[in-house]
């Protein structure tokens, strides 16, 4: 398995709250990305980056920030968590981008605003 | 939303079986993927198919790839329990760094 750690796995919190999803990787794949699954609308990208520093919004941004100071982490941050964002969320790393070869997931982190 | 389709939503078959799973988008595409996620586990990568190859094989999954009607078709021959899962197509062409996820098929193999 590729070496994706995402943490915390679970999470429960309250409205209004900021939150920091953190995910780790040993693989030194360039790309790195954030979903969140919900029932119905499978997997909707969040934020993705492309390098150090280097980030981009993807389709469901709003309410999200990310940040990538080094090659291995990228965290994603709710800065004021709001029911709607309930979510799975996934960690994902590739090699390449614009889907030119896989992503490889983490386990993913279960989040919880009540 | 540029988002795919894949059905059906679910399928129950028997052990031993084959199940066939599709999946259609709306844009052009560079190449189509497909992947499997184990209840309560992140997704695992299947196959890659590029938009110029036709059919692609890898093990018991069989991958066609139809760009004049924008479809993908999975196929898992004899199929057995450990393939219940839920599988994803993933197309490049349309969405952010140009990815897009299909909404899944529930595959359940019944023993």
């Known amino acids: 398995d590729a070496g994706i750690t995402q943490s915390p796995r679970h999470k429960v919190t309250e409205t209004g709250t900021p939150v920091t999803l953190r995910c780790h990787q040993t693989?030194?794949?360039?790309?790195m990305y954030w979903y969140r699954q919900d029932p119905g609308h499978g997997l909707r990208l969040i934020h993705y980056s492309y390098g150090v520093k280097d980030t981009d919004k993807g389709e469901v941004s709003d309410g999200y920030s990310v940040s990538r100071s080094k090659t291995e982490d990228f965290l994603l941050t709710l800065e004021s968590a709001t029911s709607s964002q309930t979510s799975v969320y996934f960690c994902?790393?590739?090699?390449?981008?614009?889907?030119?070869?896989?992503?490889?997931f983490g386990d993913g982190t279960r989040l919880s605003i009540l | 939303s540029q988002q795919g389709e894949e059905d059906p939503q679910a399928l129950s078959i028997q052990e031993g079986e084959n199940a066939t799973m599709n999946c259609s988008y709306k844009t052009s595409i560079n190449n189509l993927q497909w992947y499997r996620q184990n209840s309560g586990r992140g997704l695992v990568h299947l196959i890659l198919?590029?938009?110029?190859?036709r059919e692609k094989h890898s093990g018991r999954l069989r991958v066609t790839l139809d760009t004049s009607k924008k479809s993908s078709s999975l196929l898992i021959t004899a199929s057995r329990a450990a393939d219940t899962a839920s599988y994803f197509c993933?197309?490049?062409?349309?969405?952010?760094?140009?990815?897009?996820f299909g909404k899944g098929t529930h595959l359940i193999i019944q023993p």
């Open positions: 693989e030194n794949h360039r790309y």
């Open positions: 994902a790393i590739s090699e390449t981008g614009q889907g030119l070869g896989p992503q490889h």
């Open positions: 993933q197309y490049s062409g349309g969405g952010a760094d140009g990815l897009t």
């Open positions: 198919i590029r938009s110029n190859e």
